[in-house]
């Protein structure tokens, strides 16, 4: 009985050694397949993984790398940017399996203003692949004068300035200093712009979806934040413009801050009010004011283009109700 045992122990752990190589051969056939069908190069890294030759392994030219895929907000302006913030830190080149070095690389792109958050994987045999969360711009920023100071993006971080197509937010000098100190990467000091940043945000991914046909955000006027204009309901403290189909512009109060510790009209509301605005008048033509926080008195609030507003290029101007 012993002897039988013994003879079995010895077959199981035959068996299990042969089981073991088995796997080892299907591995390394794997990686010899790989490497007939990827070229030279996947030796170095099949020396460097099996600790046969320099443990780096081969270098990936980072000059060479391009962009596969882009999100639709990224525009050719916006691009050219963004690809030349990246460039200095995209020279040279880097060892396929150098982890310290894919490390210094990634802090390098993510303190790139453009960028939010990188993520660097190894696709074998030779490659590097790159993918980067950007920052998107969502307001453009203007001293009094209208001259250009910064992008923001929703979280109110300051971008350099790109002229391309956005939302507009003027520092007024009814509502504070006319310019504001930034620097690309850091948060956007002035409330105003954070609050601006934020509606816009607000008006892309609550408001605009839910109305056919809606108008093109122009600005956003945070002017009167905290109401330190002028104070009452004729006066909220964000307004918004929008484009009118003959290329002006309309007027519309918009609220409270997104984060206002006092109650605010829902986002909803704001797009029905509009989209019943839009079905009397399409394309917003022959107005120039309206309010967006009247769910039911909202006609009343409609100013025609030939009850022009005392000063309808201004920062602030009366909105009362017809007749009254």
Same mark, same amino acid.
């Given at each position: 009985?012993?002897?039988?045992?013994?003879?079995?122990?010895?077959?199981?752990?035959?068996?299990?050694?042969?089981?073991?190589?088995?796997?080892?051969?299907?591995?390394?056939?794997?990686?010899?397949?790989?490497?007939?069908?990827?070229?030279?190069?996947?030796?170095?890294?099949?020396?460097?993984?099996?600790?046969?030759?320099?443990?780096?392994?081969?270098?990936?030219?980072?000059?060479?790398?391009?962009?596969?895929?882009?999100?639709?907000?990224?525009?050719?302006?916006?691009?050219?940017?963004?690809?030349?913030?990246?460039?200095?830190?995209?020279?040279?080149?880097?060892?396929?399996?150098?982890?310290?070095?894919?490390?210094?690389?990634?802090?390098?792109?993510?303190?790139?203003?453009?960028?939010?958050?990188?993520?660097?994987?190894?696709?074998?045999?030779?490659?590097?692949?790159?993918?980067?969360?950007?920052?998107?711009?969502?307001?453009?920023?203007?001293?009094?004068?209208?001259?250009?100071?910064?992008?923001?993006?929703?979280?109110?971080?300051?971008?350099?300035?790109?002229?391309?197509?956005?939302?507009?937010?003027?520092?007024?000098?009814?509502?504070?200093?006319?310019?504001?100190?930034?620097?690309?990467?850091?948060?956007?000091?002035?409330?105003?712009?954070?609050?601006?940043?934020?509606?816009?945000?607000?008006?892309?991914?609550?408001?605009?979806?839910?109305? %056919?046909?809606?108008?093109?955000?122009?600005?956003?006027?945070?002017?009167?934040?905290?109401?330190?204009?002028?104070?009452? %309901?004729?006066?909220?403290?964000?307004?918004?413009?929008?484009?009118?189909?003959?290329?002006?512009?309309?007027?519309?109060?918009?609220?409270?801050?997104?984060?206002?510790?006092?109650?605010?009209?829902?986002?909803?509301?704001?797009?029905?009010?509009?989209?019943?605005?839009?079905?009397?008048? $399409?394309?917003?033509?022959?107005?120039?004011?309206?309010?967006?926080?009247?769910?039911?008195?909202?006609?009343?609030?409609?100013? %025609?283009?030939?009850?022009?507003?005392?000063? %309808?290029?201004?920062?602030?101007?009366?909105?009362? $109700?017809?007749?009254?």
């Amino acid at each position: 009985m012993d002897a039988t045992l013994v003879a079995a122990e010895n077959t199981t752990d035959t068996n299990a050694a042969s089981s073991r190589w088995a796997v080892r051969i299907f591995v390394l056939a794997a990686f010899a397949l790989t490497l007939w069908l990827c070229g030279p190069r996947a030796a170095a890294v099949l020396a460097a993984r099996l600790q046969l030759g320099p443990h780096d392994g081969p270098t990936v030219d980072l000059d060479r790398v391009g962009f596969l895929a882009r999100p639709e907000w990224l525009d050719r302006e916006l691009l050219l940017a963004v690809s030349t913030s990246l460039s200095p830190q995209l020279q040279g080149d880097i060892a396929m399996l150098d982890d310290a070095a894919g490390r210094r690389l990634r802090d390098e792109l993510t303190a790139v203003p453009w960028v939010r958050e990188v993520r660097l994987d190894r696709v074998m045999p030779d490659r590097l692949q790159m993918q980067l969360e950007l920052r998107r711009p969502v307001l453009a920023v203007r001293d009094a004068d209208g001259d250009a100071i910064c992008l923001v993006d929703g979280e109110a971080i300051v971008l350099p300035w790109v002229d391309t197509p956005l939302p507009v937010t003027l520092l007024h000098r009814e509502g504070g200093p006319t310019t504001m100190a930034h620097e690309p990467g850091r948060p956007a000091m002035d409330a105003r712009v954070r609050t601006a940043a934020a509606i816009a945000v607000e008006w892309r991914d609550a408001v605009a979806p839910l109305v %056919p046909d809606c108008p093109a955000l122009v600005e956003v006027d945070a002017t009167n934040l905290g109401e330190r204009w002028l104070r009452g %309901p004729s006066y909220p403290e964000v307004r918004v413009k929008l484009r009118r189909a003959d290329g002006g512009t309309v007027i519309f109060a918009y609220g409270r801050p997104v984060d206002s510790a006092l109650p605010r009209v829902l986002p909803q509301t704001k797009a029905g009010v509009l989209a019943n605005i839009l079905a009397r008048y $399409p394309g917003l033509q022959g107005l120039v004011a309206g309010d967006l926080r009247l769910a039911r008195r909202w006609a009343d609030y409609l100013q %025609p283009r030939e009850r022009d507003l005392r000063d %309808p290029h201004g920062p602030w101007s009366e909105l009362q $109700p017809r007749g009254g």
